[in-house]
Structures are given as structure tokens and as C-alpha cells.
T-cell receptor, first 112, second 110 residues
Framework: KAGVTQTPRYLIKTRGQQVTLSCSPI?????VSWYQQTPGQGLQFLFEYFSETQRNKGNFPGRFSGRQFSNSRSEMNVSTLELGDSALYLC???????????FGPGTRLTVL | QKEVEQNSGPLSVPEGAIASLNCTYS??????FFWYRQYSGKSPELIMF????GDKEDGRFTAQLNKASQYVSLLIRDSQPSDSATYLCAVNAAGNKLTFGGGTRVLVKP
């Protein structure tokens, strides 16, 4: 089976812009979770989608949002980018029946 | 107090020796426990998961869980230079939301 894919792999934006990241889970997996990884805060949970519904949410401001499509692909959006949003954004998929999560390669976002 | 705590290291281990990594967690309701390996510049890769008290072995890796002590550990036997990485402990208390420790950097010296 192909693994989790994320696009784009690298992104450079300026403050105030918005960005959309995409994630395709492992075939047959219905749960997609998003995480932010920074050197200072480590890996932090953003939100989880299952069957097109947000099932869990972390402690991030409303500028961070996401959605999931009927084919389980997911997108996350960050509006009004801040310098502190520079991070590696990771998507993880699970089959929804267990909580074992497999990570994609990540999107490295740099905000200038 | 962080919810999941790990020693940041680096943990320096001679090649062929056993590396022992520890992780403590604060939420007694935690149900599932995971170890991920992350090479520099790469994404986390799942190594082990454990749900029940006791030991679970997979190749050179052994995960140990003690829910009463809120403690989970990872042993790497016959450590190889390719094991040099950051090891992340993750805990799932409810739903599908993993809480990660800060990671332990392991250096295996030839």
C-alpha cells in the first residue's frame, strides 16, 4: 500500500497570507490527523477528521482550520499567517478502528 | 508539568549495546502508547505500540508499560549506528489525539 502523501513538501509565504496544505491518507484509512512540529513546542495536535467530520481538536487559534473530503483526503488551512506559524506540518492517517497513526513526509512551511 | 515527559538526551550508546529510553505520562486514563523514531529532517516513523501492562517485543525493540507507575519505556538491543535518531513517546488518552513527549536523542557510536 502507498503511504501517506502530503503536498506541497515545501512552502514559503509572507505574513498575512493564507496557505492550504493537502494530505492523502493510506488507502482504506478514514481518519486523518494534523500535527504541528516546531523546535520549541515539539509535536502538537491540531485536529482530527473522520468521515468528513472533525472529531477532535487541539488548542490552536481559529486561524487553523481543516476539512476532509468523501475520499478521505484532507486539507488544512492557515489564514493570516504569522512568523510563529513556521513549522513542519504533519498529517497522520489511521484506519479509524484503531488509534495507530502513520505519518506522511510533512510540509515544511516558512513564513517570512 | 508536561503531559508526556522524556529525557531530551543525547543518550550516547556504544554499538552493540542496549539503549534504554524512558517516558512518563500524567493522564491516568491513557489507553494507548506509541514509540516513533524520527531522523533529522524526516517525519516520525512508528516503531512500536503497546496497550497492556508488561513487555512487547518486536525484533530488536522491546516496549514496556507500567500503567500503575504511568511509565513506558523502549529498549533497543544490539544498537546500530542507523538507530541514531530522536525517539518520540506518544500517548493517547481519548479519541485519536496523540500527545507527544519532547523526544530523546540517541547517538550510537561505532
Amino acid at each position: 500500500k502507498a503511504g501517506v502523501t502530503q503536498t506541497p513538501r515545501y512552502l514559503i509565504k509572507t505574513r498575512g497570507q493564507q496557505v492550504t496544505l493537502s494530505c492523502s491518507p493510506i488507502s482504506g484509512h478514514r481518519s486523518v490527523s494534523w500535527y504541528q512540529q516546531t523546535p520549541g513546542q515539539g509535536l502538537q495536535f491540531l485536529f482530527e477528521y473522520f468521515s468528513e467530520t472533525q472529531r477532535n481538536k487541539g488548542n490552536f487559534p481559529g486561524r487553523f482550520s481543516g476539512r476532509q473530503f468523501s475520499n478521505s483526503r484532507s486539507e488544512m488551512n492557515v489564514s493570516t499567517l504569522e512568523l510563529g506559524d513556521s513549522a513542519l506540518y504533519l498529517c497522520a492517517s489511521s484506519d479509524g478502528g484503531t488509534d495507530t497513526q502513520y505519518f506522511g513526509p510533512g510540509t515544511r512551511l516558512t513564513v517570512l | 508539568q508536561k503531559e508526556v515527559e522524556q529525557n531530551s538526551g543525547p543518550l550516547s550508546v556504544p554499538e552493540g549495546a542496549i539503549a534504554s529510553l524512558n517516558c512518563t505520562y500524567s493522564d491516568r486514563g491513557s489507553q494507548s502508547f506509541f514509540w516513533y523514531r524520527q531522523y533529522s529532517g524526516k517525519s516520525p516513523e512508528l516503531i512500536m505500540f503497546i496497550y497492556s501492562n508488561g513487555d512487547k517485543e518486536d525484533g530488536r525493540f522491546t516496549a514496556q508499560l507500567n500503567k500503575a507507575s504511568q511509565y513506558v519505556s523502549l529498549l533497543i538491543r544490539d544498537s546500530q549506528p542507523s538507530d541514531s535518531a530522536t525517539y518520540l513517546c506518544a500517548v493517547n488518552a481519548a479519541g485519536n489525539k496523540l500527545t507527544f513527549g519532547g523526544g530523546t536523542r540517541v547517538l550510537v557510536k561505532p
